[in-house]
């Protein structure tokens, strides 16, 4: 009786002090004890009571241990549920600050640009660079272009860099947007492990003609934004000049154990809103022509059938 007292005791305090597993090795042990009692008691004296006594024990520790073992799980689980429902409390609260914080972000983002956008159009006006302006018509823009290849072979220098202008883009005969590279084509060997040898010349190169270039417009534009990825280095969406900084002309193709990569670096230079328009007037023909490849499809199913009606 006295190992039973002792061990609802010790089921009391086990439920939310002891871990389970030590909590069923000490239930374990009791009936244990008590069975070793009971036989001990039974060889030595031949009393009925105290058999009774024994054998009540054992019954009350093994219902003991039973109501114990029920109550351990159901508290184990409670105390599951509500860990798990205070890490969905802890998670939403967390994504809600960070959705927070990301949308203030992005408040203070756009007031910047609509802030810098006018205090850089204040300053540059119309000019793009050099002798190209925005809305130039396609001789004004074509006088430049050819002074240029004459009087420098058609290469000009950004902070020291060597670039080629490439294609315009034309809206309605005004000129919004054209993209320089670098004369340079970088060659890098890109291993397994996609660590690049840092002692190779061409990607000390890279690194720094990459950083000389960012610097230059990072002082010009200020800020920039959008995270470097493999193609995408960084951009100024500035509201009267977007600027786009990244790897043209990317190639890659397996050698060996690695890979080869190729590029030529690029600044993209537009100007949105007659970006847009194009963009719109583009959309607007490519949808004109589906329709029309769609009339004609339909007549010709038309004029096909005519040949089979009445069968």
Known sequence: MIFSIIESIIICYGINHISSSIFFLILSLIPILILWGYVNNKWNEKKSFRNFIWISSILLSILFIFVGLVLNEKIHKCEIKEELERSQIYYKE???EEFIADSLQKVQDSLYILKQSNILAQRDGKKIMGSFFWGMSHKDYKSVYYRIEKETNGIITVNGIDFKLGHPTFYKNQLCGFTIKTVRKYKLYDYDINVFDKEDYEYNKYIQDKSTIYDYLLKRY????????????????FLYKAINF???DYESERQGAGTLITFHLAIDISHPQLIELLENEKDSIRKQIEKERTENIER?????????DGL
Not at 300 to 308: D, I, T
């Open 94 to 96: 967390k994504r809600r």
């Open 222 to 237: 200020g800020k920039s934004f959008g995270n470097e990825s493999t193609i995408h280095i960084a951009a100024w969406p």
């Open 246 to 248: 990244y790897k043209a």
């Open 300 to 308: 010709e199913r038309q004029k096909k059938a005519k040949f089979s």
